[in-house]
């Protein structure tokens, strides 16, 4: 996911920093209750790639690990907002902030417009600014958020389909289905048996 607005483009010049040494004013000790589940995750994704590693295992421990990531991210405490800034950095920090409200709202079923209110922008601009940087428009966005949160689910729990589909706000477990298959190259429930 983009989020150039926090990056650091002068690291090549720059000392490397110790792992414990925070980058921000972020700091995920104010939430030790996610620590065990990101600790449990990495753990899960070190032994994959130790054993004789699957691509689909991988690829759902990284994602698993970032959905983990996001979550300390939304609880975490917020910095100001830049002030001006060039239009390439308002523009990433846009779209960040998008994804921040898409990860947290997506399973509300928020329309664009309701992004674009929160955001204090309209919504032809929020879908240009989505779309100039990350390439896709933002119902893609919001929809790989959430077959992300799916996929962490079909993984983590043993509900049926549907309850998930139903979970994340989708009143068609058919349509659930089609879109998670259309994202992952899946169904659901070949997902999950790849991880029995």
């Known amino acids: 996911m983009i989020n150039s607005g926090n990056c650091d483009h002068n690291s090549a010049t720059a000392a490397p920093r110790p792992i414990d040494e925070p980058e921000s004013d972020l700091d995920f000790s104010q939430v030790p209750a996610d620590r ?13 790639l130790a054993a ?14 970032l959905t983990e990531a996001l979550r300390l991210l939304e609880r975490a405490p917020s910095w100001p907002p830049r002030a001006g800034g060039s239009t390439h950095e308002r523009s990433d920090q846009l779209v960040n902030e ?21 955001l204090n922008v309209s919504a032809g601009h929020l879908r240009a600014t989505c779309v ?22 079909l993984i983590s729990t043993e509900a049926p389909v549907s309850a998930i589909a139903l979970e994340l706000g989708f009143q068609d ?4 289905s089609r879109l998670f298959h259309a994202k992952s190259g899946f169904s659901p429930m070949q997902y999950r048996l790849s991880f029995r």
């Not at 100039?132 to 689910?153: D, F, M, N, W, Y």
């Open 52 to 65: 004789a590693p699957r691509l689909t295992a991988i690829e759902a421990h990284l994602q698993l690990l």
């Open 173 to 176: 477990a058919a349509y659930f």
């Open 36 to 48: 065990p589940s990101l600790e449990s995750t990495l753990a899960a994704l070190t032994r994959e």
């Open 98 to 118: 998008f994804l921040r409200l898409a990860f947290s709202h997506s399973r509300e079923r928020w329309r664009l417009p309701d992004y674009a209110r929160a």
């Open 132 to 153: 100039r940087v990350t390439g896709s428009p933002p119902v893609q966005l919001i929809h790989e958020c959430l077959i992300r949160e799916a996929k962490q689910r």
